[in-house]
């Protein structure tokens, strides 16, 4: 019988990518989003998978949604916690709401549906949570401090929740992109852009699939012993020990 996954985030960006490449694995997919309905219908149209609209930083929401998911594919296997948002301003001009945004989309959310999933995965015995972090979460980066204390939350949750279930037969890793060449890249000043794509060694943005390819080998059965991980897939721009 084939997994479930659900990929919040999952009409655009690397969370589509993500979406194309477990479909692709042989998994039933359920494709989270949270307003751009033109985005979710071509998406399901084009990508044959299921949509379901949500707030991923809303409880209440989060769980409505991961029960539209079960009713219709089955309860969830893979989680991968993608939705993200960005708010970028500088500290002395970033306003409360920027910083409430970012801390409700980017982090309570992982809590809001990691929640949803737990339990039956615990009883199940089994279970794959991909959290997607960021390069500017283990590093730091200005003009991002509720993103980057935002996806720094992400790893530091990702290792308390891994302890927790190791031996339940649950793995939870984060995955940490670089820049990726999507539509949150049209935030960023052009000059701007240019300084950064000039720091990455391998001489240009990432590419949604390439990220997609890193969460589908640890959503797979027999990356079972890899828990508490986080993957940097950056093209060198930033190199951990
Ligand atoms: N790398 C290098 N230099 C940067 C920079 C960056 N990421 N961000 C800003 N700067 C520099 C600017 O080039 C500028 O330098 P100069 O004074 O020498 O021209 C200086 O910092 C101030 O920047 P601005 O003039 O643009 O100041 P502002 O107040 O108008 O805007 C800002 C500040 C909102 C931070 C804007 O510069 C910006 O959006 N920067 C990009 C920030 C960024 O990297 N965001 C990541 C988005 S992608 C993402 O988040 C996905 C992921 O996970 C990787």
Request: hydrophobic letters at 45%; charged letters at 20%; one cysteine or more.
């Amino acid at each position: 019988m084939s997994k479930v996954a659900l990929v919040t985030g999952g009409v655009r960006g690397i969370g589509l990518a993500i979406v194309d490449r477990l479909k692709a694995d042989g998994f039933k997919v359920a494709a989270g989003y949270a307003g751009n309905e033109a985005a979710a219908k071509a998406c399901a149209e084009t990508h044959g998978v299921m949509i379901v609209r949500g707030n991923v930083g809303d409880f209440d929401d989060a769980a409505r949604a991961v029960r539209e998911v079960e009713a219709e594919l089955g309860p969830v296997d893979v989680l991968v916690n993608n939705a993200g948002i960005t708010r970028d301003a500088m500290l002395h001009k970033m306003t409360k709401e920027q910083w409430n945004e970012v801390i409700y989309v980017n982090l309570a959310s992982i809590f809001n549906m990691s929640r949803q999933v737990i339990e039956g995965m615990r009883e199940r015995g089994y279970g794959r949570i991909i959290n997607i972090s960021s390069i500017n979460g283990q590093k730091g980066q200005m003009g991002q401090t509720n993103y980057s204390a935002a996806k720094a939350g992400v790893i530091g949750f990702t290792k308390a929740l891994a302890q927790e279930v190791a031996n339940k037969g649950i793995t939870v890793n984060a995955v940490a992109p670089g820049y990726i060449d999507t539509e949150m890249m049209a935030a960023v000043p052009p000059n701007v852009l240019e300084k950064i794509v000039a720091t990455i060694p391998v001489g240009r943005l990432g590419q949604g699939h390439e990220i997609a390819a890193c969460v589908a080998f640890l959503a797979r059965e027999d990356a079972s012993f890899i828990t508490g991980a986080t993957v940097t897939v950056n093209g060198g721009q930033y190199i951990l020990g």
